[in-house]
């Protein structure tokens, strides 16, 4: 007679991670796409109020609108190559 055994965290060795549903994953990337593309348009919104105050039009548009962009993209660089490249030498560093 076989027996099954159900595989639990405990069971689990230390470099093996849950899987996560599709969904979660895409969600995820959805969100950080989202941060990208609001941040983009918030500062290219708060150049656009600068340049009607100051009458500079369209210069402190386009400088938010890279502003923007630029602060979007470190913080999805930040969350998908820094974070995980910290998390997986933190984890390797309690193994040895």
Known sequence: MVLSRCTTWRDMTKNERPKRPPAADAASFLGHGLTWALSTALFLFLGWL????????????????????G??????????????????????????
């Open 50 to 69: 600068v340049d009607r105050w100051l009458g500079t039009l369209p210069l402190f548009t386009i400088l938010g609108a890279f502003v923007g962009a």
């Open 71 to 96: 602060a979007g993209f470190y913080s999805l660089y930040h969350h998908l190559v820094v974070r995980p490249r910290d998390r997986d030498s933190a984890g390797k560093g309690k193994d040895e």
